[in-house]
C-alpha cells in the first residue's frame, strides 16, 4: 500500500482529505495535531512515503513537525496545508524541506494530482535503489548518486529532499544551460502542476544554501534574470 500521514486539527477537512486520498487507493493515517502525528510517525516506524501537515495546528504547528520529521527521513515526501494569507509560511515550509503545498481551498483532483507527483518521485527512487542502481554523473567538482540520491562536493557530502535531487539531476543533465523556471516546473513537480513557479526559487535557496561557498554570491547555480537559471561548474 501506499502510505499517508495526514495531521490536521479541522475535522471537516481532515475527513475531506482521507476520504479522497483512499478513494485514489492510499492507505491513510489521521492526526489531530502536529504532536500526535509525530506519535504516528514514530509508532509506525516511519513507514510513510508522503505526510500531509497543516501549518497552523495546536501542540505542535506543520512548521515544526516538518522540520522533525525531514530530519528523521530525507526522502520523505512533505505536503503543507496552508491558507492563502500565510505567505510567509509557505515559503518557510519549503525552506525547512517541504515538498509541496496546496493552498486552502482546494479540489480532491488538485489534493490527488499533487500526491500522486510527489509519489511517483518517491517511487522512481526506490526502485533505483532496491535495483542497485549505481550511475553517478559528474560536474566539476561535484558527483551526484542516482541511486542514493546524494550529491558529494569534494569529499563533502551533502542530503538532499527528493526535490532538490531532482532539480540537481535536471541540472547536471543540462550543464551550461539556461533552464526556465516553467521547465524546472514541468520537470521535477509534473506537466499536471498547478502551483506556483516561485516554488521553484525557493528550492533554488534552500540549494543554494547547501553546496554554494557563499550562498549570497553563488558561482554553481547562476540566476539568468528574466528566465531562470543555469548550472556551472
Known amino acids: 500500500m501506499k502510505n499517508i500521514l495526514?495531521?490536521?486539527?479541522?475535522?471537516?477537512?481532515?475527513?475531506?482529505?482521507?476520504?479522497?486520498?483512499?478513494?485514489?487507493?492510499?492507505n491513510v493515517t489521521e492526526a489531530e495535531n502536529g504532536a500526535m502525528a509525530i506519535q504516528k510517525y514514530d509508532e509506525a516506524n516511519g513507514?510513510?512515503?508522503?505526510?500531509?501537515?497543516?501549518?497552523?495546528?495546536?501542540?505542535?504547528?506543520g512548521l515544526q513537525v516538518c522540520k522533525e520529521l525531514r530530519k528523521k527521513n530525507g526522502d520523505l515526501g512533505i505536503i503543507m496545508l496552508s491558507a492563502r494569507t500565510q505567505e510567509m509560511d509557505k515559503v518557510s515550509g519549503l525552506m525547512l524541506g517541504a515538498d509541496d503545498y496546496i493552498t486552502k481551498p482546494f479540489s480532491p483532483t488538485e489534493l490527488v494530482a499533487r500526491v500522486d507527483a510527489l509519489y511517483r518521485r518517491i517511487a522512481i527512487a526506490e526502485m533505483r535503489s532496491e535495483n542497485n542502481f549505481q550511475e553517478e554523473i559528474h560536474?566539476?567538482?561535484?558527483?551526484?548518486?542516482?541511486?542514493?540520491?546524494?550529491?558529494?562536493?569534494?569529499?563533502?557530502?551533502?542530503?538532499?529532499?527528493?526535490?532538490?535531487?531532482?532539480?540537481?539531476?535536471?541540472?547536471?543533465?543540462?550543464?551550461?544551460?539556461?533552464?526556465?523556471?516553467?521547465a524546472i516546473l514541468k520537470y521535477v513537480w509534473g506537466s499536471a502542476y498547478?502551483?506556483?513557479?516561485?516554488?521553484?526559487?525557493?528550492?533554488?535557496?534552500?540549494?543554494?544554501?547547501?553546496?554554494?561557498?557563499?550562498?549570497?554570491?553563488?558561482?554553481?547555480?547562476?540566476?539568468?534574470?528574466?528566465?531562470?537559471?543555469?548550472w556551472e561548474a
Open 6 to 26: 495526514i495531521a490536521e486539527d479541522e475535522t471537516a477537512i481532515r475527513e475531506f482529505v482521507v476520504i479522497n486520498l483512499i478513494r485514489a487507493g492510499y
Open 139 to 182: 560536474s566539476g567538482i561535484f558527483t551526484l548518486n542516482l541511486k542514493n540520491h546524494s550529491l558529494v562536493k569534494n569529499d563533502t557530502l551533502i542530503e538532499l529532499t527528493q526535490v532538490e535531487f531532482q532539480i540537481m539531476e535536471y541540472f547536471f543533465s543540462n550543464p551550461g544551460t539556461a533552464l526556465d523556471r516553467s
Open 47 to 61: 513507514n510513510f512515503d508522503i505526510v500531509i501537515l497543516d501549518i497552523m495546528m495546536p501542540e505542535k504547528d
Open 194 to 230: 498547478v502551483g506556483e513557479e516561485k516554488i521553484v526559487d525557493v528550492n533554488i535557496r534552500r540549494l543554494r544554501m547547501k553546496i554554494e561557498d557563499t550562498p549570497s554570491s553563488p558561482k554553481y547555480i547562476v540566476t539568468v534574470w528574466g528566465l531562470g537559471y543555469k
